[in-house]
C-alpha cells in the first residue's frame, strides 16, 4: 500500500522569504500523481500544484515549485516570496493510475505553515 | 467549472439522532465522490467511496452500518450519520475526480461540513 509521510508538523517563514516543505512516500508504482493541496482556514481545499511521475521536470505555478526526486521518492514544495495568504495547511497527497486503481488520494499528515510579516 | 456543492456547512444535532449531508455536482456529472472525515489539525482519511448506482467501497475501519453513503445519481451523493454520538463529532469532505472534463489529474472538492453531535 501506499503511503505519504510530513515529517514537519509546523513550519513558520518570514514574509517574502522562502519556505521548504517536505514530503516522502512510498509506492512499488512507476506512474502516479503527486499533488500539493493547501487548506486555509476556511478549510477549502485548493490544489496548489501537481507533478506527473513520468514527466522528470519540476512543476511549477507562479510562486510555488516542486522538487521531484522519483528514485529517492520525495516530492517537496517550496513557496518563494512568501506572503501572509500562504498561511494555511499543506497536505501532500498521492494517486495512483490509472483510474482503475480507484482514484482515491492518499493524503500526508499535513504541514502547518504560519507566514509572520 | 467542475464545482461540488456540499451541505449543510455546519450542523448540530443531538445524540441518537440521524444527519445527512449532500454533495451536488453542479456543471458535471460525478460518476464517482470520496467521503472523507478530518479531525481539527490533522489529515484528511478517506471514509468511503461511492459509484453512481452500486454500493459504495469502505475504507476498512469505517462502521458501514453507521455511515451510509448513497449515489442514486450522476448529480448526488450523500453521507447520512446514523445514530450520531459525540465521538461522531468531525469534519466530513467530500471530494469528485475531474476526470469527465478530460483532466483526469485533478478532483474537486466540496467546502466541508462541520458536524456536531451533543
Redesign the interface.
Known amino acids: 500500500a501506499q503511503t505519504v509521510t510530513q515529517s514537519q508538523p509546523e513550519m513558520s517563514v518570514q514574509e517574502a522569504e522562502t519556505v521548504t516543505l517536505s514530503c516522502t512516500y512510498d509506492t512499488s508504482e512507476s506512474d502516479y ?1 503527486l499533488f500539493w493541496y493547501k487548506q486555509p482556514p ?4 485548493i ?1 496548489v500544484i ?1 507533478q ?1 511521475a513520468y514527466k522528470q521536470q519540476n512543476a511549477t505555478e507562479n510562486r510555488f515549485s516542486v522538487n521531484f526526486q522519483k528514485a529517492a521518492k520525495s516530492f517537496s514544495l517550496k513557496i518563494s516570496d512568501s506572503q501572509l495568504g500562504d498561511a494555511a ?1 499543506y ?1 501532500c497527497a498521492y ?1 495512483s493510475t490509472p ?1 482503475n486503481q ?9 504541514t ?1 505553515l504560519s507566514v509572520k510579516p | 467549472g467542475a464545482v461540488v456543492s456540499q451541505h449543510p456547512s455546519w450542523v448540530i444535532c443531538k445524540s441518537g439522532t440521524s444527519v445527512k449531508i449532500e454533495c451536488r455536482s453542479l456543471d458535471f456529472q460525478a460518476t464517482t465522490m470520496f467521503w472523507y472525515r478530518q479531525f481539527p489539525k490533522q489529515s484528511l482519511m478517506l471514509m468511503a467511496t461511492s459509484n453512481e448506482g452500486s454500493k459504495a467501497t469502505y475504507e476498512q475501519g469505517v462502521e458501514k452500518d453507521k455511515f451510509l453513503i448513497n449515489h442514486a445519481s450522476l448529480t448526488l451523493s450523500t453521507l447520512t450519520v446514523t445514530s450520531a454520538h459525540p465521538e461522531d463529532s468531525s469534519f466530513y469532505i467530500c471530494s469528485a475526480p475531474k476526470e469527465r472534463f478530460g483532466d483526469q489529474e485533478g478532483y474537486t472538492f466540496g467546502s466541508g461540513t462541520r458536524l456536531t453531535v451533543v
Do not use: P
Open positions: 500523481y476556511s478549510r477549502q481545499m490544489l501537481r506527473e495547511m497536505f494517486r483510474w480507484g482514484g482515491k488520494l492518499i493524503f500526508g499528515q499535513g502547518e
